[in-house]
């Protein structure tokens, strides 16, 4: 059946990290000139859309922007989000059954605390995305499905302490690549134990490695959920053809992945085959949510013996589905193990952003809740001198009071002039307040 499937393209002919960077405006200029080719506009089901804007405030419903938003953020980002929250509100009033926003530059490494610039990221286009749809629209159970070959660490970040959130990441397995994180021990925080699901999967994963992993593990997690909404970031440097990745996802491949997970919105992030697979993923992508015949997507250099798994990845495969299973199946025990019953927990991480070339140390603390997400402390501190020195309180969606009693005291208390800025995010109020 036909689907009415929203496009929103912005190619950012202005961004670049560098004119030969792999994420430069070619990645969508191309996909373009196939869409107007293959003449898909033509058709009455599927409709452009132009990216609005995004605001301060859509921003800062999830990140904490140091030491400002004008200081990192890109005018190309603030289009690029602004693109997905078009495609949100299309889908939301109902103007298109489901949308594709096809912008750049990409956005799921980008964390809660964003001192700059890693892994291509600087703004969450997801997570932005996500918190405008429960803000303006009031849904509450939301599936993201991160398919991009890196994990996603920065979402998992964003919505590792919130249990309305299944965040389910499927990558190439992080002891090969960037970010080298994404393990299936990876589960959440105390209050959201289990909503986290990684999924690493070995360098030379094909077709039938994916599809497996989505119809055995994903599609039944995904179901049991049952979220109102689901998103899939859909990063495409799964493809053979990536010069940057080891997978050999195809273009086909793709557009099954999309037909059977049935996506409301997808969001475009990695994928740097500029020529031999962006422009055929999209096209697939596209028919594939708007309901039309993809079967005959297929790239030049398409070579079905290069398609044969080999029966170890297939094996391990099968293990990684018995080993989600037991965590998925046993969350309840197995968070009392990780977690042990105590009114705080805290957490150390090392990030390092690769873009910016800047190291930040972050101590996190969560409230243990039985009734919401828990009320959040972070310090970060990043070796870009004083004005790398923050305090935040995240309060969550749909605070208890007893957090937020707790998360207001931290913000109120926190010592000036111990650190340069002290944030608070309260996201069932929509308001972010900072002192410094």
């Known amino acids: 059946m036909k689907k009415k499937t929203g496009l929103v393209f912005f190619p950012a002919f202005d961004y670049a990290i560098t004119p030969t960077h792999p994420e430069r405006e070619e990645r969508l200029l191309y996909t373009q000139d196939q869409v107007v080719e293959e003449g898909l506009l033509d058709f009455d089901n599927i409709k452009e859309f132009k990216p609005d804007l995004c605001t301060a405030q859509d921003i800062q419903r999830v990140h904490f922007c140091v030491p400002g938003i ?23 009033t109902g103007e298109v059954d489901n949308a594709f926003a096809l912008v750049r530059p990409c956005g799921h490494h980008s964390m809660r605390v964003v001192h700059g610039s890693r892994g291509f990221c600087t703004l969450n286009m997801e997570a932005i995305m996500v918190e405008y749809i429960r803000q303006k629209y009031g849904v509450r159970r939301i599936a993201i499905v991160d398919t991009d070959c890196h994990h996603g660490d920065g979402s998992q970040d964003i919505f590792w302490h919130d249990p309305d959130i299944l965040f389910i990441s499927m990558h190439q397995d992080g002891r090969t690549l960037y970010p080298g994180s994404g393990f299936p021990d990876e589960l959440g925080g105390p209050n959201a134990f289990g909503t986290t699901i990684n999924l690493p999967m070995p360098p030379g994963t094909c077709e039938e490695g994916f599809l ?22 859909a990063g495409q440097d799964n493809h053979y053809s990536d010069p940057i990745t080891n997978m050999k996802f195809t273009a086909r491949g793709y557009a099954i992945l999309n037909d059977r997970l049935k996506p409301d919105i997808a969001v475009l992030e990695g994928g740097y085959s500029i020529e031999s697979a962006l422009p055929y993923i999209n096209t697939g992508i596209i028919l594939a949510m708007a309901g039309m015949d993809y079967s005959e997507i297929r790239e030049p250099d398409y070579d079905a013996e290069d398609q044969i798994q080999p029966q170890n990845i297939t094996t391990y495969l099968e293990k990684l589905k018995e080993v989600t299973f037991q965590h998925w199946n046993n ?49 970060s501190r990043a070796d870009t001198g004083k004005k790398g020195n923050i305090f935040a309180v995240q309060l969550p969606r749909y605070c208890c009071d007893a957090c937020r009693e707790w998360g207001e005291e931290q913000y109120e208390n926190a010592p000036k002039g111990k650190y340069a800025q002290v944030f608070m995010q309260d996201k069932d109020n929509d308001l972010y307040l900072e002192k410094n």
């Open 331 to 379: 969350r309840n025990e197995l968070r009392k193990q990780v977690y042990p019953d105590k009114p705080f927990h805290t957490r150390s991480v090392q990030i390092f952003y690769d873009t910016a070339r800047i190291r930040e140390s972050i101590n996190e603390t969560v409230r243990t809740c039985n009734h919401c997400g828990g009320a959040v402390t972070i310090e």
């Open 212 to 233: 497996y992993v989505l119809d055995e593990i994903i599609m039944p997690i995904v179901n049991e959920f049952q979220p109102e909404l689901i998103i899939n970031s």
């Open 70 to 92: 004008d200081e990192i953020v890109h005018s190309s980002h603030l289009i690029a989000v602004g693109g997905t929250l078009t495609a949100a509100d299309k889908v939301m």
